[in-house]
């Protein structure tokens, strides 16, 4: 039986990742409604989401340059 641990690092990587998001997400939104009122957490997700874009931007300029590289190395 083989391994493909470049396949189980990525897939654990994305865990990790999409855990920290979530806990970033519902606890601290969670926290923010529970001290400061359903206004202050709505303007923190708010801040939270548009602070996501320029990562999200990133990860998809590195998935079309993944994909491009591929199709380069094929041919």
């Known amino acids: 039986m083989s391994r493909d641990l470049r396949k189980y690092a990525r897939q654990t990587n994305m865990r990790l990742i999409f855990g920290g998001f979530i806990l970033v997400f519902v606890v601290g939104i ?7 009122g359903q206004g202050a957490a709505l303007t923190g997700l708010l801040c939270l989401v548009v602070g996501l874009i320029p990562l999200l931007l990133i990860w998809l300029m590195f998935f079309i340059l993944e994909i491009i590289t591929k199709r380069a190395n094929r041919e």
């Open 30 to 36: 969670g926290l923010i409604y529970l001290f400061y």
